[in-house]
T-cell receptor, first 111, second 114 residues
Framework: QKEVEQNSGPLSVPEGAIASLNCTYS??????FFWYRQYSGKSPELIMF??SNGDKEDGRFTAQLNKASQYVSLLIRDSQPSDSATYLC???????????WGAGTKLIIKP | DAGITQSPRHKVTETGTPVTLRCHQT?????MYWYRQDPGHGLRLIHY???????DKGEVSDGYSVSRSKTEDFLLTLESATSSQTSVYFC?????????????FGDGTRLSIL
């Protein structure tokens, strides 16, 4: 059974600090990794994806991938109250076009 | 963002009745997906489609059927709704290309089975 694990939280971070969200996956064949943000009562929206080992930066967001250790993380710099949401990690499941989803981490940014 | 419209947005119905949810997309995406989302379970795949008339089961397909007669429409049917099917249902689409293509989501349908 291919799995994606995330700490459910809630993760509470002061405004202006760095929020660090982690995700581990079981399928070594996975090649693409996605972070989505989901506000309460809304649908998931893509933040960024990563497929190479190392860091990928997009504004205040940085995705980090370590395939040897099978984990992917998302860093949010200068956290804002508007970043409060549930963050979903998704991993492609090998040869087809399905994604395996983590259950999400709820992030709370305290003003 | 991909133009994905789900209808209805909210529905309340009774146990044993048939229910059909519609997903309509304007992006000509080949791949379409139906998920359900419940507290503590994240997104779970019900069925997906990789082209017109080409569909396959996901991890929680029991009690659900789908049809795709046109590229733009993907229908999810609950033949005889049960209370355990009360959930939020999301449709997603994905274009062709590399594995880095993301899935894009509709706004969801909140379904309550009484």
């Amino acid at each position: 059974q291919k799995e994606v694990e995330q700490n459910s939280g809630p993760l509470s971070v002061p405004e202006g600090a760095i929020a660090s969200l982690n995700c581990t996956y079981s399928d070594r064949g996975s090649q693409s990794f996605f972070w989505y943000r989901q506000y309460s009562g809304k649908s998931p929206e893509l933040i960024m994806f990563i497929y190479s080992n190392g860091d990928k930066e997009d504004g205040r967001f940085t995705a980090q991938l370590n395939k040897a250790s099978q984990y992917v993380s998302l860093l949010i710099r200068d956290s804002q109250p508007s970043d409060s949401a549930t963050y979903l990690c998704a991993v492609n499941s090998g040869s087809n076009y399905q994604l395996i989803w983590g259950a999400g981490t709820k992030l709370i940014i305290k003003p | 963002d991909a133009g994905i419209t789900q209808s209805p947005r909210h529905k309340v119905t009774e146990t044993g009745t048939p229910v059909t949810l519609r997903c309509h997309q304007t992006e000509n995406h080949r791949y379409m997906y139906w998920y359900r989302q419940d507290p503590g379970h994240g997104l779970r795949l019900i069925h997906y489609s990789y082209g017109v008339k080409d569909t396959d089961k996901g991890e929680v397909s029991d009690g659900y059927s789908v049809s795709r007669s046109k590229t733009e429409d993907f229908l999810l049917t609950l033949e005889s709704a049960t209370s355990s099917q009360t959930s939020v249902y999301f449709c997603a689409t994905r274009g062709e290309g590399s594995r880095n293509q993301p899935q894009h989501f509709g706004d969801g349908t909140r379904l309550s089975i009484l």
